[in-house]
Structure formats: structure tokens, C-alpha cells
């Protein structure tokens, strides 16, 4: 599922019960404008960006750039501390990426900025609304 060009892990500790950080978690990726699909007890897959409106409109106008396709992997296992969460981010934009453009683009600098911006973002409202 994961995509293949730029990728981070994160890991972090939650004192609370898993069903009220698992609604945390959740409740938290859609107020970012993450999609949650298919979510799970223990794990969910939240997605953004369009891989449709990025090919539409480039990457250089506000429609495309805004829309960079990444994903997100959340899973909470028991811990000695209570909860671990594991985030893996990962692009959604293709094998073609890889493929088809030279190792050190703008649009790869772009694509990784991107996904460190918005998993970031979402990492540290995660870590400031748990124990």
C-alpha cells in the first residue's frame, strides 16, 4: 500500500485507554482534513491529496500543489507505558515517480516537503493533546 519515494516512521506513547486514543487518533486526521478509510480497532489508513487534481493541475498551480497524494498507516499496540502508536507516511503517487523522473527533483523535494509538512503537523497536535 505504502508508496515507494519518500516515507517517514513515527512512534509515540499514550497513557490512555485504547478506545479513547483510538478515537483521538481518528477525530484528529479528519480535523486535519485527512480522509480516514476503513478504519479499524487498532489501525486506520488516512489519505489526502488527489492524485486526479495533481495531474489536472500540476504541481506548480495552488489546485495540484495543494493535492499531492500521501498516506498515512496508524496502528496502536499495548506497551509496557500503555498504547504505542506507529505512523508510517508514505506517498501515494505511484511506481511511476521512481520510474520516470531523475533521483533529485523539484517535484520530489516538493513531494517530501509536502509529506513532512502535513504528517508533522499531525504528529505534533498528536503529541500535545496526549498525557
Known sequence: MAGGYATEHHELDSGRPPAETGRLIQNLAE???WRVKDPQASSWVAEKGSNLRLRLFGAWLPGGRGNIAIGMTITLEANDNGQSIQIE????????????LE?????????????????????????????
Open 89 to 100: 507516511a508514505y506517498d501515494r503517487l505511484g511506481w511511476w515517480l521512481d520510474r520516470y
Open 31 to 33: 480535523e486535519l482534513g
Open 103 to 131: 533521483p533529485d527533483t523539484h517535484f520530489k523535494r516538493l513531494v517530501r516537503h509536502v509529506l513532512t509538512e502535513q504528517v508533522g503537523r499531525y504528529v505534533r497536535r498528536l503529541e500535545e493533546e496526549l498525557p
